[in-house]
């Protein structure tokens, strides 16, 4: 059985991923005659790749094809994969899920939480559909776990845009003019694009501090070379799944207090702490960002989901009461090259995993597979999206 994949050029304002880069392209059309899952053709729209450095020419030495129509990909593809979510199609002025034919599959950060409308049209199609978002953090997914990936790049560029507004040097420096004082830098969540903050800081030779309400993140952070600030823990912080839990007014309250403290001695913070499908914490109100010393920055990784300091606008870079405040969003897409290159890895993982058998049905009983799926034959399969859907009456 052969499966056609295809991979178009992403139309969502700003992206400059690619779902598949050529490097991947062998391992899934040699994946014929090996006894395991069918085999795959792979096409990619002209110019698919070339915002991550990958030219048309590229895909074809890998053994791909270069399909010129945006529409004939769509309508050719049993696999679509992409980054971001299906949009409306600019060229071809039609919704990207009527543009796949019915009973196609889809794949990618398809966001369902924002994106209802288009969950009711793959119920309507009968997409079967997966999303990169929900893949489960268990062990045998970590290849697969493109949010982690996606956040190791998030992670490092932050730093480097508080560095680029910074008005001071992070590292120290002994000079005939004297002694140049470090940054202080406090990282506000250490999950992975925490992490990668820290050891991005401390590679500038910044002076870094860590908070994350969770004690078993402690010696992660401290192995990396910053100081972790401990607070008294009062409630359960993690999920089964490994995400932080939405907390109580008096916790979060607690939390401000914890970061206040340290607030009038940092140059910079970058914040981190997203709640999986809710809000993001205010860690940092009106009142807090005026304890900061004049000049100093934040950058915001939780600008989309509302921010972590009450001042973030997502999408600008705003001052107030002399502190820089930078709500950044999609920073994965201004690393286009090696984030299309952790994304694809990631795809490609998830998608040997998924068409493992040689005909190419799904196994709904593996917690991977039935994890990632919002939609399949028609119907929702994830509970949450179900629920929400449920109850703003959905289209089936």
């Known amino acids: 059985m052969e499966l056609k994949i295809g991979i178009p050029k992403e139309t969502t304002l700003g992206e400059t991923r690619v779902a598949l880069v050529p490097a991947n392209v062998p391992m899934l059309v040699k994946k014929a005659g090996k006894g395991r899952g069918p085999s795959f053709e792979v096409l990619v729209e002209t110019g698919a790749g070339v915002s991550s450095m990958h030219a048309d020419a590229d895909y074809e030495k890998a053994g791909a094809r270069i399909v010129a129509n945006p529409t004939e990909l769509y309508a050719s593809a049993d696999i679509l994969l992409k980054v971001s979510p299906p949009i409306h199609h600019p060229k071809a002025n039609k919704h990207e899920i009527a543009m796949l034919r019915e009973g196609a599959v889809i794949a990618g950060f398809l966001s ?41 790049v998030s992670g490092y560029k932050a730093v480097l845009i508080a560095a680029h507004h910074l008005g001071k040097m992070f590292p120290l420096l002994m000079t005939a003019a004297g002694t140049v004082p470090p940054a202080h830098v406090l990282v506000l969540g250490a999950g992975v694009a925490g992490l990668q903050a820290i050891a991005t800081a401390k590679r500038l030779g910044a002076k870094v501090e860590a908070f994350d309400p969770r004690p078993v993140v402690k010696e992660q952070v401290k192995s990396l070379g910053a100081a972790f600030i401990d607070m008294e823990v009062m409630e359960d912080v993690e999920t089964a799944g490994g995400y932080a839990k939405e907390q109580s007014a008096a916790f979060l309250k607690r939390e401000q207090e914890v970061i206040a403290e340290r607030l009038p001695k940092t140059n910079v913070v970058v914040s981190t702490a997203q709640v999986f499908g809710k809000k993001a914490p205010v860690l940092i109100t009106e009142d807090m960002v005026k304890m900061m010393r004049p000049g100093s920055v934040i950058v915001d990784l939780a600008a989309e989901q509302g921010g972590n300091c009450e001042l973030t606008t997502a999408g600008k870079t705003v001052e107030r009461h002399g502190v820089t405040i930078v709500g950044v969003v999609n920073l994965p897409a201004t690393v286009p090259a090696d984030a299309s290159l952790m994304y694809s890895k990631n795809i490609v993982n998830f998608l040997q995993h998924v068409f493992e058998a040689p005909e190419g049905t799904l196994n709904f009983d593996d917690e991977i597979t039935r994890g990632a799926c919002i939609t399949h034959d028609g119907k929702v399969l994830n509970p949450t999206i179900q629920s929400i859907m449920e109850q703003g009456g959905s289209a089936k």
């Not at 969950?119 to 062990?139: A, D, G, H, K, N």
Request: zero cysteines; a positive charge; hydrophobic letters at 40%.
């Open 112 to 152: 369902p939480l924002t994106n209802l409308g288009a969950v009711r049209m793959m119920i309507e199609r009968r997409i079967t559909s997966f999303s990169l978002e929900y893949v489960p953090r268990i062990t045998r997914a970590q290849s697969m776990d493109a949010l982690s990936s996606m956040s190791t």
